[in-house]
Every structure is written in structure tokens, then in C-alpha cells.
């Protein structure tokens, strides 16, 4: 956190730490995310303001948000976050996501680490160093990378991606957040993402609602083409169901 002295705003830097990525690929990812976060303009989806170096270390200065990504919410809530709460944040996920899918940019790293809530209850979508313009020409260097625990299976083997991928990783980003639990967590995840059929959530929820269930199974079928073929969907299915607390 640093105060913009020209504009008289706090934003926030982030700086490539040198030992990470190799410098070439690091600087492609930074310049990659500020370009493609300065075509997004969206409530949900916390803003890039400018990119530049110090001392040779690349750096993005970034719209300050105060509060905690989900993980940290889960955290300080010991795993009960509000029903309602819950179902308000992925909405505003799945809206977000429509956003950049409507400017033909899907995130391809969706995970509870990337979304943060604002003491307001606003969720924001951040971090777009993986994201991949659909117009762009294949890239197969980058389609694997991303994290395990949240990879849709047409990702893991390296095959092309569209908007689907995202649709599968905020399946397994909801699944965790409403039954406090990933899917797949033990054992060979990434040969379960392809193989194995998700444990219906309501086995550790057993209160989730019904269509909730299946909206978050739809999103994570291992054929893309059986899952939701739009974030705006998802949104759409998630507003059919009742907030307030689990009976």
C-alpha cells in the first residue's frame, strides 16, 4: 500500500519478485496483465492503473481494495460464510467474469485467492497475469500454468481454451465455498479434475439447496461442452435461488 502523491490516492504496487519467473517470462506475464486489465472497466474487476520499473524491477500500481480474498474470509469466519453472503459473491463473480469474456479475455487462474471482498461486501476479480485474449494466437506455453487444486481438465492437457475453463474453475472455487472443502484435494488432483466425478457438495453440506448443487456440478463436468457455455448463465441460476441462512 503507497499513496499516489500526483493524484493523492492510495493504490497498491505489485512487484516481481526477482527469483520467481525467469525475467523474460516474468515481464511478458506483468506487461500481459496491465495491458489486458486496461481494457477491462468493471465494478468487480479491481483496476490497473499504470506499469513501470524500479530499479529494473517491473511493477503494476493497482486500485486499492480494503478487505480479504476468500480464502481469508473463510478463515476469519472458521468456514461459515453467510449462505446469502456466499451466493451474493459469486454473482458478482460470474458477472465480473462476463465482463472480460465479453471483451474476449478469459483469467484462466480463478481460485479463492483471486477474488477479494471488500468490507462493503463488493467482490472484486483481480490478478490477469494468465489471462489470454480468445483473438490471440494459440500460445500452448502458457495453457498449463495455473493452479492444480482449480484447473479445468481441457487446461491440464494443454488444449486450446475458451471462456469454459473459467466456468469450470469458479465451479470449484463455489464448491469450496459453500462446503468449506475442494472437490479433489487428496491423491492425484490433477488425474481427478479428468477422471473422477465430484462428490455431490451436499455430501459435506447436506442443507445446500438442490438447483445450487447442480449449478455448481454443471460448471465443473469434465466435458466442457456439458457445462454452462456463459458466466452469464451461471448468474442467471444462482438468482433462481433463495438468499438467507440454510434451514
Same mark, same amino acid.
Not at 30 to 37: G, P, Q
Not at 54 to 81: C, D, H, W
Not at 207 to 218: D, G, H, N, Q, S
Given at each position: ?12 504496487? *505489485? ?8 525475467? %523474460?517470462?516474468? &515481464? #511478458? ?17 479491481? &483496476?490497473?492503473?499504470? !506499469? ?6 517491473? !511493477? ?26 456466499? $451466493? ?35 467482490? *472484486?476479480?483481480?490478478?490477469?497475469? @494468465?489471462? #489470454? ?25 494443454? %488444449?486450446? @481454451? ?14 469450496? $465455498? ?21 462428490? %455431490? ?9 438442490? $438447483? ?10 469434465? %466435458? ?24
Amino acid at each position: 500500500l503507497v499513496e499516489d502523491r500526483k493524484l493523492q490516492r492510495d493504490v497498491v504496487l *505489485k512487484l516481481l519478485h526477482s527469483e520467481s519467473l525467469p525475467s %523474460d517470462l516474468a &515481464r #511478458k506475464y506483468f506487461i500481459r496483465e496491465a495491458r489486458t486489465a486496461a481494457r477491462l472497466n468493471h465494478p468487480g474487476i479491481v &483496476r490497473v492503473f499504470d !506499469y513501470g520499473e524500479i530499479e529494473t524491477r517491473p !511493477y503494476l500500481a493497482m486500485e486499492f481494495v480494503e478487505g480479504l480474498n476468500l480464502i481469508e474470509l473463510q478463515e476469519s469466519l472458521k468456514n461459515k460464510v453467510p449462505f446469502d453472503r456466499s $451466493l451474493s459473491i459469486c454473482m458478482q463473480l460470474c458477472e465480473a467474469l462476463t465482463h472480460a469474456h465479453e471483451q474476449t479475455i478469459i483469467h484462466r487462474d480463478i481460485k479463492m485467492e483471486n477474488v477479494m471482498v471488500t468490507t462493503q461486501w463488493q467482490t *472484486k476479480l483481480l490478478d490477469f497475469g @494468465l489471462a #489470454k485474449a480468445l483473438n490471440e494466437n494459440p500460445d500452448r506455453s502458457l495453457f498449463i500454468i495455473g493452479t492444480p487444486f482449480y484447473m479445468s481438465p481441457e487446461q491440464i492437457v494443454g %488444449d486450446v @481454451l475458451d471462456l469454459r475453463t473459467d466456468i469450470y474453475s469458479a465451479g470449484i472455487l463455489m464448491y469450496r $465455498l459453500f462446503t468449506g472443502r475442494l472437490p479433489f484435494e487428496e491423491g492425484e488432483v490433477l488425474s481427478h479434475h479428468r477422471f473422477t466425478p465430484p462428490p %455431490d457438495p451436499r455430501e459435506f453440506e447436506a442443507k445446500l439447496p438442490r $438447483l445450487l448443487a447442480e449449478t455448481i456440478l454443471t460448471c465443473i463436468k469434465k %466435458d466442457r461442452d456439458e457445462r454452462f457455455d456463459s458466466a452469464a448463465l451461471v448468474a442467471q441460476r444462482l438468482s433462481q435461488i433463495p438468499p438467507g441462512p440454510l434451514a
